[in-house]
């Protein structure tokens, strides 16, 4: 699987590519998606600033609040992907906000590396059509831990 990432980031953090890419190929691995082995895959991942992240979260999600990740995926869920599957495939936009991620992280005693990880694994696995539940948190906690 070969992955593309588009990156843009709009803030002072300095969150390399390839620590991004590692996260996003990683968890791809976890997530039992297979059919995509052979694609290669596109994503594009924002860093944004917790005002950005709060007014686009009103805006999609009827939310007025900061939040550490959004995604926006092209495709409803695994099988609507499969579908699609081609030579390569744009899996969606993923938001983050470093600065609540880094605060989250300050707050509960754990290291902000592995948290930003597992925001983003997070991100990646809405993408791919998963829910909140015991299957999506296992797996992001998998993936943070081997970063």
């Not at 991942?45 to 917790?50: E, G, H, I, M, Q």
């Not at 990880?117 to 829910?131: E, I, K, P």
Request: with cysteine; proline share 1%; net charge negative.
């Amino acid at each position: 699987m070969k992955i593309i990432l588009e990156y843009n980031n709009s803030t002072r953090s300095s969150v390399d590519r390839s620590f991004l890419k590692s996260v996003i190929e990683k968890t791809l691995q976890e997530s039992g998606c297979d059919f995509l082995c052979d694609a290669s895959v596109r994503v594009s991942v924002a860093l944004v600033s917790p005002e950005k992240i709060q007014e686009i979260n009103k805006i999609y999600r009827g939310q007025d609040n900061i939040t550490d990740v959004l995604s926006f995926s092209e495709y409803k869920n695994k099988s609507e992907l499969r579908k699609a599957l081609g030579d390569e495939v744009f899996l969606g936009e993923i938001l983050l906000c470093y600065d609540d991620i880094m605060c989250y992280a300050k707050s509960m005693r754990v290291d902000g590396k592995e948290e930003f990880a597992c925001a983003l694994s997070h991100g990646v696995l809405h993408l791919l059509g998963l829910r909140h539940g015991e299957r999506m948190f296992s797996i992001q906690k998998r993936v943070s831990e081997q970063i």
